[in-house]
C-alpha cells in the first residue's frame, strides 16, 4: 500500500502511522448533547466502500493527513493536509 | 566559563567497503527555521542576505557554503553558517542534535536501497532532492548531492546505529557483488 503525501509525494506504508476515522476531525461544540458525545467518542461506521480515516506521516513531513480509500477494493483516492482546512 | 571543544558523536571516522564510502562529516552549524503563520515575507528577508529563499517541498537551495535544507511544512534547516536576524520565524539551535554521515561511490545508492523504503535511483532522486524519510526504523533526513553523493543526517542519539546499519547493508552487498553464481 502507498500513500501519496501532499508534501512529500507518494510514500510507503510504512512511513505512516493509522489514526481512525474522519470523526475525529469533527469535534462536538461545547455543550453539545450527550447523545453528540457519545456518537463522537463511541460510534463508528464500518463502510465496505469509500471511507476517509486520519494518517500521520512520521517518518516524513509528521503531518496529519485524510486519506480517501476504498475498503473493497483497496484502492487509494487522495489524500488532502489536515492543516490548513477550513473548519 | 571555559572554552568548550565541541566534539562530533563518530570523531570523523570513516570507512571504505566495495564501492562505498561511509564518513562522519562537520557541516557546521545546523538552525531550525521554522516560518510563524504570515510570516513568509519577513523570513524571505531575512535569508536575502545569505541569497537563500525557503526551499520547496523534498529539496534543498545551496549558495557559497550556506544551505538550506526542506524539513517539513513551513520548515528547514539552515546549514554552514550562522543564522542572521530573522523576523516571522522561530528559530532554534539544532546543532548538537544532528549526526550527518556521507555515503560516497558507485554502491551507495545500492547500500541505501536496503534501508530505505523509497527510490533513491537519479531519476526518481535527482541531485538537490532532501527528503524525510526512515533508515531502517530511524527517521532521517536524506540529501543528494550528487550522483554518487548522499549525505545522511540522523539524530545524534543514534549517531552509532546508524553507522552500524550502514556498514552492514555495506558489506553485504560487497559480499553479494563479489559472490559467483
Redesign the interface.
Known sequence: MRLTCP???E??R??FYYYGAEDYLHRPAEGAPLAEWDNYLHLRDNPAGVTKDLWYH??????WLLVTRNTVTHEVLGAE?V?GRAK | MPELIAKTALEGQSLTVGTSTLAEADVGRITSVAVFPGGAKAVAKGLKTLGLTMPE??SLVERKGARLVWT??EQAFLMGVDCPELEGAAVTDQTDGWTVLTLTGAGAVDVLARLV??DLRLPAFPVGRA????LNHM?VVILRLGEHAFEIMGFRSMARTAWHELEAAMQMLAARNGTKF
Open positions: 508534501l512529500c509525494g510514500r510507503d510504512r512511513e512520521e517518518a516524513g513531513c509528521s503531518q493536509m492543516a | 517541498p523534498n517539513g511544512r523504503p523509497m527528503v524525510r524519510t526512515q527517521n
